[in-house]
Nanobody, 122 residues
């Protein structure tokens, strides 16, 4: 089992920045690819970013367009999502997930956090 706890969400004005963190406990963190997804009310869960086990491969959703950066610190069992130039349409609950390989699909991810709310005001 891997337990994931997200933090760092909040209310920010458009154009601002936030850094989300996802702390992992349980089975070996470094043995899992990590991903961030988001879900807004009434919408499907959307892929945001993913990173491989040692952090040298990342992939982003099309909407990111250079605004977000995913990273990980295996010594701290933590994955981060640095978000900048935030827009009101980025408002959503953000979830981190741990899985077998980096992917934009939810399929490889076995473990999910509870989510952290990000609200971007205009």
């Amino acid at each position: 089992q891997v337990q994931l706890v997200e933090s760092g969400g909040g209310l920010v004005q458009a154009g601002g920045s936030l850094r989300l963190s996802c702390a992992a406990s349980g089975r070996t963190f470094s043995g899992h690819a990590m991903g961030w997804f988001r879900q807004a009310p009434g919408k499907e869960r959307e892929f945001v970013a993913t990173i491989n086990m040692n952090g040298d491969y990342t992939y982003y959703g099309n909407f990111v367009k250079g605004r977000f950066t995913i990273s990980r610190d295996n010594a701290k069992n933590t994955v981060y999502l640095q978000m900048s130039s935030l827009k009101p349409e980025d408002t959503a609950s953000y979830y981190c997930a741990a899985g077998s390989w980096p992917s934009a699909s939810v399929n490889p991810y076995n473990y999910w956090g509870q989510g952290t709310q990000v609200t971007v005001s205009s």
